[in-house]
């Protein structure tokens, strides 16, 4: 019998290191070489310098990478990635072997909330210098994703007027109940004091809950995360979350800007993420993509001041129940240099508002109360049909006549902006977010896109792709640090001499050094 294959005695000592235990093709050596490359002191990070005095800090280069690693794996918790220090081999590798407790971990990521964010930037910046992104196409989408905050810890004036009625009632019932006990009707025992302390230290609570929102002119409050809002879900019900915007380009799919927003709408939200866009790759002209939800005259005016050509859906008109087809708005046709509408049967319809109003009321009375079609064109009450007009209305011709000509190019924006959602939610465990306020989410966000654009990159370029264009910004950081007159004259040598004694000398022999 051929029996079962045996193992290493688990006592045996193996002279082993663990750089022999990481695969040559390993997503932690990308990590570990992109953190390496950085510059964290002209990011901002704290404590980039080691102290002179006092107790030696754990690395920032070191803790960076493990929270990359930790959010491009799913692994968030500043406990669990305590727990990785001390069992994953590729977490001990990329630590050197160091092991800082969870409040460690973080403190370092509360310290460092917006440099942590600039990781995200610096890597969109790698990408663009090599040729990943095309900054031709842009794609912009929404997604709800769940703050740490629970349902229950959310508050209207509805829901705080009901739950001070209700405390108002027990409060009645507890000293109606003691009022019995005393006079002896009653076997029961009688409520306790402590009982009508919490009941009354509850409705202080919410009393203090209201009178915010009444300081403060919002219409709900969140008890543990107060930038987190109550939001719509795709499961048909409503979550307390944060609504995440990201732009992706369309050339690899990799997400080149984000944002989080407290408005659970995406109005608005295109004119900003255009804006972040240009500003981050320093372009001057693209196309961006955006659904329905997008779909707003203020914001597509202020696109195309940005000089960016928006493809962007309409949203479903709202029409009459039971209008015929050929009555509909649509059939309604403007003739702009007189500035009438003609109706389906030819009628015209003209306005007493002026040009400047926002909403603009067309009609034709006389015309309406003789024609033999006006039971089918006029629904209601009403005694003449009314089509009114928006002062965007020329924008949003412009844009529906776009969509229509560019159908093709608009299909293609699921697959660019869509599927990275998909991929945060579904395989880096990104459903919720572990951090509180809207500017802590931003790290969290930043991290997680950061994770998911590493994917992206290691897929297109490859694992020896990715580490020679990693070692080459090395290079070329190492030349332009040299370069600087400073340093050029505590060397005392040419800089061309002192490039060419690291790239050929130095540097190979060090990472000889570091693999024996």
């Given at each position: 019998?051929?029996?079962?294959?045996?193992?290493?005695?688990?006592e045996?000592?193996?002279?082993?290191?663990?750089?022999?235990?990481?695969?040559?093709?390993?997503?932690?050596r990308?990590?570990?070489?992109?953190?390496?490359?950085?510059?964290?002191?002209?990011?901002?990070?704290?404590?980039?310098?080691?102290?002179?005095?006092?107790?030696?800090?754990?690395?920032?280069?070191?803790?960076?990478?493990?929270?990359?690693?930790?959010?491009?794996?799913g692994?968030r918790?500043?406990?669990?990635?305590?727990?990785?220090?001390?069992?994953?081999?590729?977490?001990?590798?990329?630590?050197?072997?160091?092991?800082?407790?969870?409040?460690?971990?973080?403190?370092?990521?509360?310290?460092?909330?917006?440099?942590?964010?600039?990781?995200?930037?610096?890597?969109?910046?790698?990408?663009?210098?090599?040729?990943?992104?095309?900054?031709?196409?842009?794609?912009?989408?929404?997604?709800?994703?769940?703050?740490?905050?629970?349902?229950?810890?959310?508050?209207?004036?509805?829901?705080?007027?009901?739950?001070?009625?209700?405390?108002?009632?027990?409060?009645?019932?507890?000293?109606?109940?003691?009022?019995?006990?005393?006079?002896?009707?009653?076997?029961?025992?009688?409520?306790?004091?402590?009982?009508?302390?919490?009941?009354?230290?509850?409705?202080?609570?919410?009393?203090?809950?209201?009178?915010?929102?009444?300081?403060?002119?919002?219409?709900?409050?969140?008890?543990?995360?107060?930038?987190?809002?109550?939001?719509g879900?795709?499961?048909?019900?409503?979550?307390?979350?944060?609504?995440?915007?990201?732009?992706?380009?369309?050339?690899?799919?990799?997400?080149?800007?984000?944002?989080?927003?407290?408005?659970?709408?995406?109005?608005?939200?295109?004119?900003?993420?255009?804006?972040?866009?240009?500003?981050?790759?320093?372009?001057?002209?693209?196309?961006?993509?955006?659904?329905?939800?997008?779909?707003?005259?203020?914001?597509?005016?202020?696109?195309?001041?940005y000089?960016?050509?928006?493809?962007?859906?309409r949203?479903?008109p709202?029409?009459?129940?039971?209008?015929?087809?050929?009555?509909?708005?649509?059939?309604?046709?403007y003739?702009?240099?007189?500035d009438?509408?003609?109706?389906?049967?030819?009628?015209?319809?003209s306005?007493p508002?002026?040009?400047?109003?926002?909403?603009?009321?067309?009609?034709?009375?006389?015309?309406?109360?003789?024609?033999p079609?006006?039971?089918?064109?006029?629904?209601?009450?009403?005694?003449?049909?009314?089509?009114t007009?928006?002062?965007?209305?020329?924008?949003?011709?412009?844009?529906?006549?776009?969509?229509?000509?560019?159908?093709?190019?608009?299909?293609?924006?699921?697959?660019?902006?869509?599927?990275?959602?998909?991929?945060?939610?579904?395989?880096?465990?990104?459903?919720?977010?572990?951090?509180?306020?809207?500017?802590?989410?931003?790290?969290?966000?930043?991290?997680?896109?950061?994770?998911?654009?590493?994917?992206r990159?290691?897929?297109?370029?490859?694992?020896?792709g990715?580490?020679?264009?990693?070692?080459?910004?090395?290079?070329?950081?190492?030349?332009?640090?040299i370069?600087?007159?400073?340093?050029?004259?505590?060397?005392?040598?040419?800089?061309?001499?002192?490039?060419?004694?690291?790239?050929?000398?130095?540097?190979?022999?060090?990472?000889?050094?570091?693999?024996?």
């Amino acid at each position: 019998m051929a029996g079962y294959k045996i193992g290493e005695d688990r006592e045996q000592i193996v002279m082993q290191s663990l750089e022999d235990m990481i695969p040559p093709a390993c997503m932690a050596r990308v990590i570990d070489r992109f953190i390496e490359v950085l510059d964290l002191q002209k990011l901002g990070f704290a404590r980039s310098q080691p102290a002179e005095t006092g107790r030696p800090a754990y690395p920032p280069k070191a803790l960076c990478k493990l929270y990359v690693y930790g959010y491009e794996n799913g692994i968030r918790s500043s406990r669990k990635l305590e727990r990785e220090t001390q069992r994953n081999i590729e977490v001990m590798w990329l630590m050197d072997s160091l092991r800082p407790d969870y409040k460690t971990i973080s403190e370092f990521r509360r310290e460092n909330v917006r440099p942590l964010q600039k990781l995200f930037r610096e890597f969109v910046q790698l990408c663009k210098s090599w040729e990943l992104i095309g900054g031709e196409l842009i794609a912009v989408d929404g997604s709800k994703i769940k703050a740490s905050n629970n349902k229950k810890m959310n508050f209207s004036r509805k829901k705080l007027e009901a739950r001070l009625a209700h405390l108002d009632e027990q409060i009645k019932k507890y000293f109606a109940d003691m009022e019995t006990a005393d006079k002896g009707e009653s076997t029961e025992t009688s409520p306790g004091t402590a009982e009508l302390q919490k009941l009354l230290e509850l409705k202080e609570q919410y009393e203090n809950y209201k009178k915010q929102l009444d300081e403060t002119g919002e219409n709900e409050l969140s008890a543990v995360d107060p930038d987190a809002r109550l939001m719509g879900n795709n499961r048909g019900g409503v979550d307390v979350a944060y609504n995440v915007q990201s732009a992706a380009d369309g050339k690899h799919d990799i997400i080149v800007a984000y944002d989080v927003e407290t408005n659970p709408s995406d109005h608005h939200q295109l004119g900003k993420m255009v804006k972040q866009v240009k500003r981050i790759l320093k372009l001057r002209r693209f196309t961006v993509l955006a659904d329905k939800g997008y779909y707003n005259g203020e914001d597509l005016q202020r696109v195309k001041k940005y000089k960016v050509t928006a493809i962007v859906a309409r949203q479903k008109p709202t029409e009459i129940k039971g209008l015929p087809e050929q009555f509909r708005s649509e059939k309604f046709t403007y003739h702009e240099p007189t500035d009438i509408y003609i109706c389906p049967m030819g009628h015209v319809l003209s306005t007493p508002n002026k040009k400047e109003a926002k909403r603009r009321n067309y009609f034709n009375k006389a015309a309406c109360a003789s024609c033999p079609h006006k039971d089918s064109c006029i629904s209601g009450n009403a005694k003449h049909r009314t089509v009114t007009r928006s002062q965007y209305s020329k924008i949003y011709n412009e844009t529906d006549k776009r969509l229509a000509e560019n159908m093709e190019l608009y299909k293609r924006r699921q697959q660019i902006v869509e599927h990275p959602f998909g991929t945060v939610k579904h395989t880096m465990n990104g459903r919720h977010f572990l951090v509180r306020t809207r500017r802590k989410v931003r790290t969290e966000v930043a991290l997680l896109f950061l994770g998911y654009n590493l994917k992206r990159a290691v897929n297109v370029l490859g694992f020896a792709g990715i580490m020679e264009r990693l070692d080459a910004f090395e290079r070329s950081f190492l030349s332009r640090l040299i370069q600087h007159r400073h340093f050029s004259k505590f060397c005392g040598c040419s800089c061309a001499a002192f490039v060419t004694l690291w790239v050929l000398f130095l540097s190979p022999l060090m990472i000889m050094n570091l693999q024996i």
